[in-house]
């Protein structure tokens, strides 16, 4: 099979890696903020859950957290993409590598609030949601002191 040469990127058409880091960032955001973030919230304002419920909502959000985990994985893998094929529309290339630093943002503090309430006593336990080494690092340190904190 031979390569097509009308298959050529067009300046005047959007690259396919641009529209696809696009959509993921911003289902992995939505997601974020309508699956996983009102689940957060509710276990934080201990109020509204009774001690029995809470182990059965933990465990639901250890489940949210490996799909949150597998999205980011998803959203990482189309940033690579963008940076390895490129882009003809600069501005649209722009725009998509903004909002994926919207979503590692809202994802970074999701992880933060997720391993807290998870009290995770090693981070080799969570689920691994980024290829951001320094983010793993700020959270092992989180944690290593949290528990030198601890009596």
Do not use: F
Request: aromatic content about 2%; proline content about 5%; hydrophobic content about 40%.
């Amino acid at each position: 099979m031979t390569a097509d040469p009308d298959q050529r990127p067009h300046p005047d058409r959007p690259s396919v890696a641009d529209v696809c880091l696009l959509l993921r960032a911003h289902a992995e955001a939505r997601w974020l903020s309508n699956q996983l973030a009102p689940v957060l919230r509710e276990i934080e304002q201990r109020e509204s859950i009774s001690e029995q419920q809470l182990a059965t909502a933990l465990a639901y959000l250890e489940v949210l957290w490996i799909e949150a985990c597998s999205r980011a994985r998803e959203t990482e893998s189309a940033r690579v993409e963008l940076d390895a094929l490129g882009s003809s529309d600069r501005e649209l290339q722009e725009k998509a590598q903004r909002y994926h630093v919207a979503a590692r943002r809202l994802r970074a503090g999701v992880e933060r609030r997720v391993a807290r309430l998870l009290a995770v006593q090693d981070s080799g336990d969570l689920p691994r949601a980024l290829p951001d080494a320094s983010l793993h690092r700020r959270l092992q340190r989180t944690l290593r002191g949290r528990r030198s904190a601890r009596p």
